[in-house]
């Protein structure tokens, strides 16, 4: 952020008077006012966009560009959600306005931007690109009834989607890498929910609901997914989808799960119907999957593609992007949703955890794909809130310890053979009442299970000095799932399905 020059004395708190969106190659949301604001930044709940602030007179300046860099990453627009205009200090404070409300207005391939006033004054809220024939349900309906209508010439292209389009991750990404590498001719397109998300090298972002993201779902030969696709599917004698799933589990799921009412298990049913193929990552969730979502079709066993990269990856550059000093010991702290508190992530006080650590840690916190769009961002100090980071498996990277509860993680991170522990303050209201388990922890865990934030720290501590008392348990656990994680998995999965003539 740059504020120059500052006025000479404390005045007046400032008020917006005038609020101007610039649609240009480098777009920007532009407020001016009057009143004392040495430097502001016009935050969500996921993402802060820094303002240059400038003064003329009495009155300043703050513009917005809306192209911004995450973890050094590309430029990018803004994520979708309501931002407002704070003022930057030790105690930030909304920006209160008097300005007129200004249109909404449409940045064609970046995003629209509308304005609204909410409990803080002046809101910014930023939306997915989509022009007036694509947004709003009417549309959508009209476009989706062409869709149904429409006989398209099948394609020979791979159509990806991770959590509903929130980011390009996951086992697709992996499968995309591959693909990539051996058949680049093959385009590969990624359905993503707005233009902030970040997709691979030489792939085509098409924006859900967009007239092309209709039409390349209806073309394309092959769809590959990692959640449910939702009900805006008809299915073409020529397409395969290929449900990879993300994670093997310990929490039940689909059909398994307790009190399980009606019509969740009749859009269960419908859901695991329009898949052809679906991946597991060891024999024991391929017999879970068979039974929680009732498939008959063909599991193919191969590992976890998003699993590679902990075989294969950079660890350094991951670490460069986050910005984290190579004498530091990363924590990384990973855990599930929860059904009663969907949009809570932090269930162990990282803050009091990560100043109970001390000096020579840093504390990463990852929240499920669940909580990234409801949930806000942890800012504490030797605390980084990684949950709109674009990959989860480049986490496993770089971090020295895993901290989860009953999260599929787990099942991932034991790949590299770091250390893992389990922190369950609620392990027998979720194992009984909120959702059950496939098997009992604790005989299982290859790391300490705890209750409590002191006693995770202690044994954080030592945890080189317990190592050798997991061991076995450590090697039980790995070859019971992850017998197939040699970094290879994504490979066989696109090889497989060229062979089988399903794409290529």
Known sequence: MTSHPAPPSPGAHPVIDTVVVTATDSPSVIFEGHGMLRGADLVGSRQSLAAEVTWRGDTWRAEVPLLDSSWRGPLLPPRSGRYVLTAAGPDPIPVSSTAELPAPQLLPGVTRVSFAAGENGLEIVFAAPLTDRERGSLQQASLEADYRATAYEPLNAVFFESFWGQNASCNPRAIDRSLARLRPDITRYWSVADASVEVP?????????????????????????????????????????????????????????????????????????????????????????????????????????????????????????????????????????????????????????????????????????????????????????????????????????LITDYSSVMFDFTVTGKPVFFFTPDLEHYREKLRGFYFDLIPWAPGPVVPTLEELVELIRVREAIRPGFARKYRAWQARFNPLDDGGAADRVVNRLLAEGIVG
């Open 201 to 401: 090298e030489g792939a085509v972002a098409l924006i859900e609901g967009s007239v092309e993201w209709w039409r390349i779902r209806g073309s394309a030969r092959l769809l590959v997914v990692n959640d449910w696709l939702r009900k805006r599917l008809r299915k073409r004698a020529y397409q395969t989808v290929l449900q990879t799933w993300h994670g093997t589990m310990l929490k039940k799921l689909a059909l398994s799960r307790l009190r399980l009412g009606l019509r969740p298990m009749l859009a269960t049913l419908s859901e695991s119907s329009r898949w052809d193929i679906l991946l597991a990552q060891n024999p024991y969730s391929r017999k879970v999957f068979r039974r929680a979502y009732a498939f008959r079709g063909p599991v193919w066993e191969e590992g976890y593609p998003r699993d590679d990269i902990l075989v294969t990856g950079d660890a350094a550059a991951v670490r460069e992007r986050l910005g984290i000093p190579d004498d530091v010991t990363v924590l990384l702290y990973a855990p599930t949703w929860r059904d009663d508190h969907p949009d809570q992530v932090d269930h162990l006080d990282v803050s009091r955890f990560a100043t109970s650590m001390g000096e020579g840690y840093v504390t990463l916190i990852r929240g499920h794909s669940r909580t990234l769009r409801p949930g806000q961002d942890v800012h504490a100090d030797n605390v980084l809130d990684v949950t709109g980071y674009p990959d989860v498996s480049e986490l496993f990277l770089v971090a020295d310890v």
